[in-house]
Structures are given as structure tokens and as C-alpha cells.
């Protein structure tokens, strides 16, 4: 970690001050659970080409080429478990410093942890959906391939091909997650954006409308982003895994010795 002491205690202070606080978090926060993140060498996607598999068109087009990477990225996700970003996110929630959680990932790793509440920009991917409207759990659809049924997964009413409740490229974002988490941004104390490269749209405008409407922004990330020098006002740079547990030790710090008596 090279954030030095004195910066995670500036931001500790605005956090522990801000009663708007909100978190944006991307793939960069799971890497540490063992998910890579588009960027990972060696990852899935070194494999599966983004470009290639995650595009609506791709699974209109050949949904059974689709769902081979969504068969090993369940495998990955099953063996995921929260880790100390997670932890450290819930944590600020339960001292009643973080309002909520924009999440770019699919992966639940958050609700894991305990955080209560998680908006979901591009969906889950614990769900399937038909165009016909069922929704079917990915575990449920995993006991049927263990029981020998056919692959890719089909509908149990109308028999169409299920797809991840995820938003692929080309796809909008579900409007409610939307007008939520444009509802949460203006106006934040504090928006912590953790382990985002934030270029994937329209989720990357969500930091900038919280900055130009008076937020300020704290990134964490093992490297510079788009945010770094523009509208990030702070940047920490480390694992999200160290960095997180760090900052919200220190917000606990303040809110104790605030609450202890002179
Ligand atoms: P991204 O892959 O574009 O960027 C990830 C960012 O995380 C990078 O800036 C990287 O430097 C940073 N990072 C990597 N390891 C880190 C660590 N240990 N600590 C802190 N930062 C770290 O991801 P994105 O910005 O989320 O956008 C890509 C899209 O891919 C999103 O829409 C997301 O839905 C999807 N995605 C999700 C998952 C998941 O659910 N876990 C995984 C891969 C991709």
C-alpha cells in the first residue's frame, strides 16, 4: 500500500463527517476474491474476449458460445468469498457512514459481506431471465446440469434459452438501478470509488455528476484511472483489500473518540 498516513486521515475525517457518503465500486474490488477484473493477465478474460462474449449481439447470435463463459465464470463465483474490502464497505454501512452501494459487479460479493444496501448497475449474475419474463436461480439451473440436462439452459415455461440477469454491452442498464444510483450521486459528501477503472458507460458518468454536483471523490485503486487528476480530489493508491479495512478503521477512530466523553 503507498497511501501515506496523512491523506487516509484527511479522507478518514470527510468520511467520518459526511452523512451522504456513497460507494462505486467495479471489478478491481473482487480481484482480491479471486475474480479477475477485464485487465487480470491470465484471467477469463484473456480467454473470452469481452469484445467477443460480453455484447448482446454475441448472445442473440450464439448464445450456447455465450453461455461457455458463463458456465466458468459461475464455477469462479461459487468459489468466491467476500474479502477485507467487502468486509470494510459493510462495516461502513453498519457505522451508519455509507449510504449505499453502487456496484458495477455481478458477483453478490457485497450482500455477502452483509452490505444491506447494494444497487445493482449491470445486474447478477446469481439470476437467469427469459424474455418471457421467468426468472430462474443460477443454482437451480446448476443442478439441472448436474442431473445431466441440457446445456446452454432453457426456460421451464416457453423453453427459450436463459440469460444471466447481466447487463451485457449494448444492453441498457435496469431503470430502476439507474434512477436510483442517479438519485444517490448528486449531492454525496463523499462518493469512495473502489477498484473501478470507471470508463464502462454510462456508470462512469455516475462519479462525474456526483463531483460537478459538489462530492467529493476518493478513489482507491492499484493504478491511475481517468478519475486520477480530474475528478478524483483524492487517490489512494494500494489493494482495495488493504487500503479499505485501513480507512474505515480510522472513520471508527473518529466516531469513537467523538462519542467518548472530554
Ligand atoms: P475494469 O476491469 O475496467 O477495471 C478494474 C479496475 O480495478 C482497474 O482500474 C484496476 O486497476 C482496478 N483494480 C484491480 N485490482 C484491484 C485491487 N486489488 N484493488 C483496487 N483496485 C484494483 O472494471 P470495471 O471498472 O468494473 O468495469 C468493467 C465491467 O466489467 C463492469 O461493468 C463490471 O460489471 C464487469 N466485471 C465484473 C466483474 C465482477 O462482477 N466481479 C468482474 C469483471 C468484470
Redesign the pocket.
Known sequence: MTVDERTLDQVARLVAGGRRNVAFT???????SG?????SAGGLWERFDPADYATIEAFRRDPAKVWQMYREMGELLDRAEPNAAHRALARLEDLGRLEAIIT????NLHQEAGSRRVIEF?GNARRLVCSCGRVESAAEVKRRWAAGEDFPPRCRSCGAVLKPDVVLFGEPVPQEASREAMRLVQHPDVLLA???????AP?SYLPVVASKTGGTIVE????R?DLTGTYAAYSLFG???EVMPALVERVEGLLERDRSPT
Open positions: 467495479g471489478a478491481g474490488v473482487s480481484v482480491e475474480i479477475p477484473d477485464f485487465r458495477q459487479n455481478i458477483d449491470h473502489v477498484g473501478t477503472s470507471a470508463v464502462v456508470a482507491i485503486n492499484v493504478e484511472t489493494p482495495a483489500g
